[in-house]
Nanobody, 112 residues
C-alpha cells in the first residue's frame, strides 16, 4: 500500500526529497511517519505528520521537513544540509486500526 522513493547518493550539504505514495486516501486521517535504519542500528523515528502537526527528532530539526499532498496521497520528506550520519535506509509508515503498513525502504547515502 505504501511506495517509498527518492533516495540516492549525495554529498554532505546536499538535499534529497523522499516520497511515500499510498494506494488510497489513507493518509488523510492517519499519522504518517518516516523512520530510518542505519547499518548495525535499530530502526528509528525521524518525523511524523498528523493533519497539520509535524514532529521531528532533534537530530533533523531545522534540516528536514515532512509534508503531505492529500490530492496525490503522498507524504514527502525534504532533507536539506544532509550529513554523513543521515546515511540509512528510510521507510515510511502508517497504521490503520491494528494494521501496520511499511514502505519498502529507500537508501540514502551521504558522502563526506
Amino acid at each position: 500500500q505504501l511506495q517509498a522513493s527518492g533516495g540516492g547518493l549525495v554529498q554532505a550539504g546536499g538535499s534529497l526529497r523522499l516520497s511515500c505514495a499510498a494506494s488510497s486516501s489513507i493518509f488523510i486521517i492517519n499519522t504518517v511517519a518516516w523512520y530510518r535504519q542505519a547499518p548495525g542500528k535499530q530502526r528509528a523515528l525521524v518525523a511524523t505528520i498528523t493533519s497539520g502537526i509535524r514532529n521531528y527528532v532533534d537530530s533533523v530539526k531545522g534540516r528536514f521537513t515532512i509534508s503531505r499532498d492529500n490530492v496525490k496521497n503522498t507524504v514527502y520528506l525534504q532533507m536539506n544540509n544532509l550529513k554523513p550520519e543521515d546515511t540509512a535506509v528510510y521507510y515510511c509508515y502508517t497504521k490503520i486500526g491494528f494494521d501496520n503498513y511499511w514502505g519498502q525502504g529507500t537508501q540514502v547515502t551521504v558522502s563526506s
